[in-house]
């Protein structure tokens, strides 16, 4: 019996109790390499004797102050360290507990940014299909999978829309290359606003690498530029969700440097705090703050744990030891690894469909039935065994269903800690290989 109303009711989870580096320790004795830490959570591994002593020093000095009263240094130290050197224009930062919470703050100081420029009618965001921007009210609504809205569809807000994801490898024609993909995604894009009424859009919503719904994708080239320049033809803001892909998990601090387009507003979360504290965090452009600066000078808006002392300093710690670690770019060199690693091992698989992402965010595809395209039925499963199969080999992976079009599709996310060691990343593409190859020994028996 357990009194946590675990995930699944019918199935009791095993239970973790240490973590080690890139190791879980379960209460059974297995040991399982934390190959996507958590959800491309844990950027530096468990465990770390400095985060840890940077908490209980903060929960010893400060554990907590309301923010309505009063700032604290953890906090303030974190917002300098994130956005004192403006990156991309991004100059103040709002700490949250998690992802959806970003979201759902990034909403409402867009919101909030046309009220105060006295264009009260836009409330829309148009976001795209297939995504995730977290599992609260409007959170989920913006998010785009139709398989996780379908239960709480009659809740969601109704001041959002939906356009196509850059999702080339499904949707890209064969008769395009990326600049006319990109030009039909913008004129997508384009209509959408039309439909609307382009004074009534405030925002357009995307996450930059596209993490749990699709595994992993990232836009062509010139896609980010391309929607960037429909948001300024009507005045809207682009809001950026890294909340799962931002903080050095593509490889750069922030995925969008990779496509050359800084957002209005962007989410982070996940590595923020590497797991040891809930954190999340909204990032504000200067064209965001200056409009607020100059209305209300207020964000009407705050939550109870908003920058938690002890949270801020968990982050502090932890984005400290990914700068002086070099740990970003070990990202990039040990993704690159791991992706080679991973087709050197699956490409003659006949259901791996494709491996691909950036840095240590690497996503595996896989489809009944590679050269027509043709995904496994959604009861089949298939990522859940996949899931399966990789835990008996020792080896935690981050499944995921209805890649294609919020319902049928299967993939797998794989992101390990930045400090992996590179023979646990060769390791983990060997176990990987073998696990797949059972998995679909399962599904066909
Ligand atoms: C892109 C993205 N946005 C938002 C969220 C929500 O974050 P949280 O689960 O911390 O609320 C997630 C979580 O997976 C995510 O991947």
């Known amino acids: 019996m357990t009194a946590v109303l675990q995930r699944s009711l019918s199935q009791r989870s095993p239970l973790a109790l240490r973590g ?14 934390d190959a996507s830490g958590g959800a491309a959570v844990a950027c530096i591994g468990h465990g ?33 360290k994130l956005v004192g050197h403006r990156p991309g224009g991004l100059s103040r930062a709002l700490f949250v507990s998690s992802g959806s919470e970003a979201m759902e703050a990034a909403l409402k100081l867009a919101r909030q940014y046309f009220v105060e420029r006295g264009e009260p009618g836009r409330v829309h965001a148009i976001a795209r299909r297939q995504s995730y921007h977290g599992a609260t009210l409007a959170a ?15 809740l969601l807000p109704v001041h959002v829309s939906h356009v196509s994801p850059c999702f080339a490898f499904h949707h890209r024609r064969a008769d395009e290359d990326d600049a006319a993909y990109v030009a039909r995604l913008a004129l997508e894009l384009d209509a959408e606003f039309q439909r609307v009424g382009p004074h009534r859009v405030m ?8 993490g749990a719904t699709t595994g992993c994708v990232a836009a062509v080239p010139g896609y980010f530029a391309a929607m960037r320049a429909v948001c ?25 440097e990779a496509d050359g387009v800084a957002p209005d507003i962007q989410t982070i979360g996940k590595g923020l705090g590497g797991g040891y504290q809930p954190i999340g965090a909204v990032l504000v452009g200067e064209r ?19 920058a938690h002392p002890v949270a801020c300093a968990a982050a502090l710690a932890v984005q400290t030891i990914v700068e002086a670690e070099g740990l970003i770019a070990r990202s990039r060199d040990l993704g690159e690894r791991l992706q080679t690693n991973l087709r050197a091992a699956l490409s003659e698989h006949p259901h791996v469909a494709d491996v691909r992402g950036r840095g240590l965010f690497v996503g595996v595809e896989f489809l009944a039935d590679r050269a027509a395209r043709c ?19 020792g080896v935690g992976v981050y499944p995921g269903s209805g890649t294609i079009d919020g319902v049928v599709g299967d993939h797998v996310l794989i992101a390990p800690p930045f400090n992996v060691p590179e ?23």
């Open 288 to 306: 965001v703050v200056h409009a607020l600066w100059r209305g209300s000078a207020a964000f009407s808006h705050g939550q109870t744990y908003q």
């Open 140 to 154: 989920l609504g913006v998010g785009g999978h139709r398989a996780r809205r379908a239960l709480y569809e009659a």
């Open 20 to 33: 080690e580096g890139p190791m879980l320790v379960l209460a059974d004795g297995r040991r399982i390499v």
């Open 375 to 393: 995904p496994f039925a959604a009861s089949d499963g298939v990522a859940e065994r996949v899931k399966n199969a990789a835990l008996d080999a």
């Open 423 to 445: 023979s646990l990343v060769d390791e983990i593409a060997d176990k990987f290989a073998k696990a797949v190859a059972s998995a679909f020994e399962r599904v066909s028996a």
């Open 203 to 210: 925002a357009f919503c995307a996450e930059t690498v596209v």
């Open 48 to 80: 770390d004797a400095r985060v840890i002593q940077a908490m209980t020093h903060q929960a010893a000095r400060l554990a907590y102050a309301h923010t309505g009263f009063f700032t604290s240094e953890p906090a303030e130290a974190l917002a300098e």
């Open 232 to 256: 300024e033809r009507y005045g809207a803001l682009l809001i950026l969700d890294e909340v799962m892909c931002g903080l050095g998990r593509t490889g750069v601090p922030h995925a969008w």
